[in-house]
């Protein structure tokens, strides 16, 4: 089992950056991955990290903004979001896995999320 909590989220302005974090406990062998859901909108990919060589994924719509990296020691993976705009307005959730992947289905453990709103 893993328990996931997720912090970090807050509302901002256009151009503001922000840092998620996800806390993991447990059983932390596991690749991980942020997902984003905004209101009326499926669940979307956003980012994603192996657990041993770090090998990440990111979203198009992300790419060059947001940043993902883990603290093994510390069990935590971070999702660093720069130029945030207010697209990017959105529940984000921390997923673990046993793969790095990019499908929410290949996610066994979700957090709660944490609520992300960039104001105009």
């Known amino acids: 089992q893993v328990q996931l909590v997720e912090t970090g989220g807050g509302l901002v302005q256009t151009g503001d950056s922000l840092r998620l974090s996800c806390a993991a406990s447990?059983?932390?062998?596991?690749?991980m991955g942020w997902f984003r859901q905004a209101p009326g909108k499926e669940r979307d990919f956003v980012a994603a990290i192996s657990r041993i060589t770090a090998m990440t994924y990111y979203a198009p719509f992300v790419k060059g903004r947001f940043t993902i990296s883990r603290d093994n020691a510390k069990n935590t993976v971070y999702l660093q979001m720069n130029s945030l705009k207010p697209e990017d307005t959105a529940v984000y959730y921390c997923a673990a896995g046993a793969k790095l992947a990019t499908t929410s289905a290949d996610y066994d453990y979700w957090g709660q999320g944490t609520q992300v709103i960039v104001s105009s």
């Open positions: 447990g059983r932390t062998t596991y690749a």
